[in-house]
């Protein structure tokens, strides 16, 4: 009888304890899950081109493969490489625009990390840096996207109007 009891008060503490662990505070914020798939699907497309560009082992390979399923000689694949991803950078920022009007800045209140920064990087690809600046300024002080990220927006700014960068 008395272990009962026992058992009893132990379960009572711990289902009280449980309790307190789920408060509000406790649980993890949630995300917008259909707008973070969009965001990471984005980033993968915008970095594809971007990707065979990177230089070390195996860039001559990737190249060759480039030219045979394009049909191109290899000299004109860097050309024809940068050309898709001009279009395909043009194609995101319209696409990281409808978003930002429709939810605001994709932050990681929004959708989490690291996916808080794929906005930022479809931004740096294009030309309207001037555009988002401000914004991305505004949602690094609230701790959305990480600051060094602005910086470096600010900077490569600064750099597109020959300014010195901060």
Known sequence: MKLNCG?????????AFSAACQ?????????NLALKQELDQLEAVDQQYRRLFGAGPGMEARFDSVAK??????????????????????????????????YGYPGKTLVGEPTNEVALLVIQH????????????????????????YARMLDRH?????????
């Open 7 to 15: 058992i009893l008060c132990l379960l009572s503490v711990l289902v």
């Open 23 to 31: 408060s509000p505070m406790a649980t993890k914020p949630k995300h």
């Open 69 to 102: 399923a394009a049909g191109i000689p290899p000299e004109q694949v860097g050309p024809y490489l940068s050309q898709r991803m001009v279009a395909q950078d043009s194609i995101n920022i319209q696409r990281v625009g409808q978003i930002i009007q429709r």
């Open 126 to 149: 294009s030309t309207r840096i001037p555009r988002y600046l401000k914004l991305v300024e505004q949602e690094a002080a609230k701790g959305e996207v990480p600051f060094y990220l």
């Open 158 to 166: 600064l750099m597109y109007q020959d300014k010195a960068q901060i």
